[in-house]
């Protein structure tokens, strides 16, 4: 987009990274906002979202003179209803603009009229002359003496007591007629009317009143004006669901003492994104051990989990925000997407990103975290649901290491050891190892099993054998249970363990090392999600040996 002469108030197409142009207003930043380094740009609040940030001037073209061409090129429901919400606003700035100047019209008629009153007047303008000052009377209040004509007591009286007569309020309060009008900053009006229109509404600057905000567009300065929302109420009924399969104690968001001992809470402001099957169990345990936690989800339709503002409203009211999303493209959209966190980054803000993901990945998140003067830290958790639940998932650590302390009570309240794997980019690989070996463990065991069927041989008895050798574990037992009871309610997703080993793969394509046990797995489990596993637990893989 080429550079083009704007000033605050001006309503403007934005682009904002690789999202298509949207339109907004030029408005001015919060205080605590500072503006970028380098290039001129303006702050900008999109219509219809929940987004706001700053832009490069060669980004941004006037909405007006390209409201056709970018209609043309943008046809979803979203940037329609964008579009239909700056109209709206438009349409509202009309009616006060029309309004006022309907306003001025009065008072110079208010003013001819009393310009007439020492005039002789015929009986219909005498008529009017007596119905004015009943008015100004009635305004002036029956306390006040009143005046029977325009000038007929102005001599005898000083200059302040007129000065109060002919005024028909009291001083400091605006007139009844001149309430909520305000003067544009550009060619549009400063604020909106409250109305009917679809969840929008300009969020005041700094220096506004912050009076009737659409709660939709209502999260950059909830740390200036509001308490944040605790977390523990709005994710209780999720809680109580995971309590009632597992079996696990109740939840007492103030006790501080769990199955890994006696934890002291940090006094930060935890913040988590993201209430999956690992999330959920993690919450809880942060809760228990006393933390105070904001949440949010990107999943609405989570059962039970609330679904909250955004994502950059959450990183702004917190000290230190995790986050456990499934894969590089969640990642990334929760980081770098409208509402995203790095709109809510400032400097001294810490994020914590616990998925699992690749080494390039977490790389570019932990660069651009940086450079908003935030702090970065990876820390994806081997486990399960069940061990997430119990507090005992494995946390690998990699990035910040005074971050990785700071985190220090909140690891131990969700896992039972934590590893520190030195720079960014680490413990990423660490992690895709780990979930190589664990995947194609799970591929092996499921081709024995199905191997002894076929061949005359009692899976639980092969079962039996392997629990009283070297090979014995939870996960041994675990699995091979889900594969002979039919069960395979998730407690580690097909798809996420099928993702990982894909992402091993290409680890080790990078550096031009053989992975061959970890491809011909995959393709077990690509086979598995064809067969429509993928929303199964791992275990399920059995089920493409069977088919």
């Known amino acids: 987009m080429a550079a083009v002469s704007l000033r605050l108030g001006d309503l403007v197409w934005g682009k904002l990274g690789r999202y298509p142009p949207w339109p907004g207003k030029i408005v001015n930043p919060p205080k605590d906002l500072k503006k970028p380094r380098g290039k001129k740009c303006f702050f900008v609040k999109f219509f219809g979202t929940e987004d706001h940030a700053w832009i490069k001037v060669e980004q941004l073209k006037p909405y007006h003179a390209h409201k056709e061409e970018m209609i043309k090129i943008n046809k979803g429901k979203r940037f329609q209803q964008a579009v239909d919400a700056v109209e709206e606003f438009l349409r509202r700035?009309?009616?006060?603009?029309?309004?006022?100047?309907?306003?001025?019209?009065?008072?110079?008629?208010?003013?001819?009229?009393?310009?007439?009153?020492?005039?002789?007047?015929?009986?219909?303008?005498?008529?009017?002359?007596?119905?004015?000052?009943?008015?100004?009377?009635?305004?002036?209040?029956?306390?006040?003496?009143?005046?029977?004509?325009?000038?007929?007591?102005?001599?005898?009286?000083?200059?302040?007591?007129?000065?109060?007569?002919?005024?028909?309020?009291?001083?400091?309060?605006?007139?009844?007629?001149?309430?909520?009008?305000?003067?544009?900053e550009s060619s549009t009006v400063k604020g909106m009317?409250?109305?009917p229109m679809a969840a929008f509404k300009w969020q005041p600057t700094v220096s506004e009143p912050v009076k009737d905000a659409d709660p939709h567009f209502h999260h950059f300065l909830l740390s200036q004006t509001e308490k944040p929302a605790v977390c523990y109420q709005a994710i209780t009924k999720k809680l109580k669901i995971c309590e009632e399969e597992t079996g696990s104690t109740s939840i007492q968001a103030a006790d501080s003492t769990a199955v890994n001992g006696s934890i002291t809470p940090t006094d930060k402001k935890i913040g988590f994104l993201g209430l999956g099957l690992m999330g959920s169990g993690i919450v809880s345990n942060l809760l228990k051990m006393g933390h105070t936690v904001t949440v949010w989800n990107r999943t609405a339709e989570k059962e039970g989990?609330?679904?909250?503002?955004?994502?950059?409203?959450v990183v702004s009211t917190c000290d230190i925000t995790f986050a456990c999303v499934s894969d590089p493209k969640a990642a990334k959209d929760l980081v770098l997407g409208p509402s995203g966190v790095l709109q809510g980054i400032r400097p001294g803000k810490c994020y914590v990103d616990m998925s699992t993901v690749d080494a390039d990945t977490v790389t570019e998140l932990a660069q651009v975290i940086v450079s908003r003067g935030g702090r970065f830290l990876e820390a994806p958790v081997s486990?399960?649901?069940?061990?997430?639940?119990?507090?005992?998932?494995?946390?690998l650590a990699a990035g910040d290491r005074g971050l990785y302390e700071d985190c220090s009570s909140c690891f131990q309240a969700m896992g039972k050891t934590s590893f520190f794997l030195g720079e960014v980019g680490n413990a990423a690989k660490m992690m895709l190892i780990v979930n190589m070996v664990q995947g194609s463990f799970m591929a092996t065991i499921a081709e024995g099993l199905t191997l002894a069927q076929v061949t005359g041989q009692s899976q639980q008895t092969l079962l039996d054998i392997l629990n009283q050798g070297q090979l014995a574990s939870i996960f041994l037992d675990q699995k091979c249970q889900n594969i002979l009871q039919g069960n395979f309610k998730p407690d580690f997703?097909?798809?996420?363990?099928?993702k990982d080993l894909r992402l091993a793969i290409a680890l080790g394509d990078a550096v031009n090392h053989p992975t061959p046990m970890a491809a011909a797995a995959n393709e077990v489990y690509k086979r598995a999600k064809a067969l429509d596993q993928s929303d199964n637990d791992m275990s399920a893989v059995y089920r493409a040996y069977i088919h």
């Open 193 to 195: 009317m409250a109305g």
């Open 383 to 395: 486990g399960n649901q069940q061990l997430s639940n119990d507090g005992m998932l494995v946390i």
């Open 93 to 184: 700035a009309k009616g006060k603009d029309q309004t006022s100047s309907h306003n001025s019209a009065d008072d110079k008629n208010r003013r001819n009229s009393s310009e007439d009153r020492s005039r002789p007047n015929s009986g219909d303008e005498k008529r009017k002359l007596s119905l004015s000052e009943g008015k100004v009377k009635k305004n002036m209040g029956e306390g006040k003496k009143r005046v029977s004509s325009g000038s007929s007591e102005r001599g005898s009286k000083s200059p302040l007591k007129r000065a109060q007569e002919q005024s028909p309020r009291k001083r400091g309060r605006p007139p009844k007629d001149e309430k909520d009008l305000t003067i544009p």
């Open 493 to 498: 997703y097909l798809k996420y363990i099928q």
């Open 305 to 313: 989990a609330r679904l909250g503002r955004t994502p950059a409203e």
